[in-house]
């Protein structure tokens, strides 16, 4: 069994478009993260969400929203989307406890074309 | 924030040899020091970590010491094997929910 798994691993799209990321852990994990990885493999934490708190990065544009149905499921939606947008996008998991490795999911190529 | 920064950018070294790559935080409150490896294509995946209350962790060819004083911790390869070619990060956890703040990360290639 796959411990994070991501749907769809490749989305290309046209501006403009909506769209969602869809994100799955079987680990028990309390925490669940989003992260963007841009063209020069930088990674940067978008959100993180656990049962009682949305930790939002300020400098995610409010067209990215996470939806988290049950704590084994967080979900990423993008509306309105643009060229600067094109990236991978990571899910990842943990206990949340600051001292845990995380569990990555394997990644959505983003293209906005 | 926390601020991480880390050193080389890229890494050349001959199989066999060591590698090493160095990452300095900001935050003195900071306990635990991961390492990630991500090869091309893939998903970053932890390879080893370490936490405030030791100075060094070793796993077969792979060992992680932290100088929490100068705070700064470093991942050292030896022998290394083509395999061992893919970017590493290291990260910190930061802000209220600790989360990882990932370094810029280390393009290590091993040549044959």
């Not at chain 1, 990215?64 to 967080?74: E, G, M, N, T, V």
């Not at chain 2, 390869?77 to 990360?105: H, K, M, N, W």
Request: net charge neutral; glycine share 6%.
């Amino acid at each position: 069994d796959t411990a994070v798994s991501q749907t769809p691993k490749y989305l290309v799209t046209q501006m403009g478009n909506d769209k969602s990321i869809k994100c799955e852990q079987n680990l028990g994990h309390d925490t669940m993260y989003w992260y963007k990885q841009d063209s020069k493999k930088f990674l940067k934490i978008m959100f993180s969400y656990n049962n009682k708190e949305l930790i939002i990065n300020e400098t995610v544009p409010n067209r990215f929203s996470p939806k988290s149905p049950d704590k084994a499921h967080l979900n990423l939606h993008i509306n309105s989307l643009e060229l600067g947008d094109s990236a991978v996008y990571f899910c990842a998991s943990s206990l949340g406890d600051g001292e845990s490795g995380y569990t990555f999911g394997s990644g959505t190529r983003l293209t906005v074309v | 924030g926390e601020n991480v920064e880390q050193h080389p950018s890229t890494l050349s070294v001959q199989e066999g040899d060591s590698a090493v790559i160095k990452c300095t935080y900001s935050d003195s409150a900071s306990n635990y020091f991961p390492w990630y490896k991500q090869e091309l294509g893939k998903r970053p995946q932890l390879i080893i970590d370490i936490r405030s209350n030791v100075g060094e962790k070793k796993d077969q060819r792979i060992a992680v010491t932290l100088n929490k004083t100068a705070k700064h911790f470093s991942l050292h390869i030896t022998e290394t094997q083509p395999e061992d070619s893919a970017v590493y990060f290291c990260a910190v956890p930061s802000g209220s929910a600790r989360q990882l703040t990932f370094g810029s990360g280390t393009q290590l290639t091993v040549l044959p």
